[in-house]
């Protein structure tokens, strides 16, 4: 009898769970976007969100709720109820914050990966009037001048700072970094040879058509959608190098395992639409999703290399 209680326990809660997913959404749902409005990541966040509306038949609203590099909008996830209702899309910033000084106020444990939708994978971008045209030229111009090569970012830990940090540990370079308050900024002083390199996005691509600047190779295991004539890092003789920015869902840990999968499910349903396919593209992004199951460990890679430039560089993001 004591086993049998048992069983029937164990088969009520799966029942529940059961019945609880197919009954969800019955109210709003919302996605929690850790950045301002506007960037690729909200525009993304915004064209999922009017097609899981649709699906689900319950308002989906997006909360920009940005500060602290991307904490505040994750810590708000990790304690929000575990009802499937709060979900967080964010992005290179929950790398990058496990590793500042500060403590973080949530533990990332308390936050499952669910879905990666989209990739921005990262392109050196060169000052027109420097004698560059390839990778081994870029780093011959940097060896030849120690420290003087100047590279832009959109802030210290972003991803055009660790890219480029990257980029000169691997082959043995010294350079001089230059944050900015976001790419805009440095754009300017990259078309005026203020500055030198800059590893930027597909966003980027449009203050290439004066020529004062050039891109030089994407750092991607193929070619990019919006740049097909951009050749690869490896094309260029250094295979291995990849950097991307990427996007992807989190929930709060607690939600139950089969909620958690219907809501993977639906996600997954719009992506596969040719249309949101289509409108990721034209935002400046690449399709790259990858299930919860491929995600995790994807995650891990990216906390193993990203922190160990961190702390080989002795960079300090707080």
Known sequence: MKYLRVLLLL????????????????????????????GEGDLVAR???????AK???????????GAAAVLGAD???????????????????????FGSTPLPYDPASLTPLLRVANSPLMLY????????????????????PGEMMFGS???????????????????MQITHVPYQGSPPAMIDMMSGRIHGYWGTS???????????????????TRLIAAP?????????????????????????????????????????????????DEIIRIGLEPAMLGREDFAPFLKGELVKWGGIIRSRNIKLD
């Open 203 to 221: 966003a980027q691509l449009q203050h290439t058509k004066e020529g004062k600047m050039r891109t030089i190779a994407v750092a991607n295991p």
């Open 229 to 277: 004539n951009l050749p690869t890092t490896a094309e260029m003789g250094m295979p291995g190098f990849v950097s991307a920015s990427w996007f992807g869902f989190f929930v709060p840990a607690k939600v139950p395992a089969a909620l958690q999968e219907q809501i993977q499910k639906d996600l997954k349903d719009v992506l596969a639409t040719p249309e949101l396919r």
């Open 47 to 53: 064209a999922i969100a009017l097609r899981l509306s």
């Open 11 to 38: 088969l009520c809660s799966l029942l529940a769970q059961t019945a609880f997913a197919q009954a969800f959404p019955n109210k709003p749902v919302r996605i929690i976007y850790p950045y301002g409005v506007g």
């Open 154 to 172: 959109a802030g210290i830990g972003s991803s055009p700072h660790l890219t480029a940090e990257l980029f000169a540990a691997d082959n043995g």
């Open 126 to 145: 060169v000052s027109g009037g420097l004698p560059i045209k390839t990778l081994q030229e870029a780093v011959a111009y940097a060896k030849a001048r």
């Open 56 to 66: 689900w038949k319950q308002p989906v609203i997006v909360e920009n709720r940005p």
């Open 76 to 98: 708000l996830t990790a304690r929000a109820a575990p009802d499937g209702y709060t979900v967080l899309l964010t992005s290179f910033g929950y790398i990058t914050s496990q």
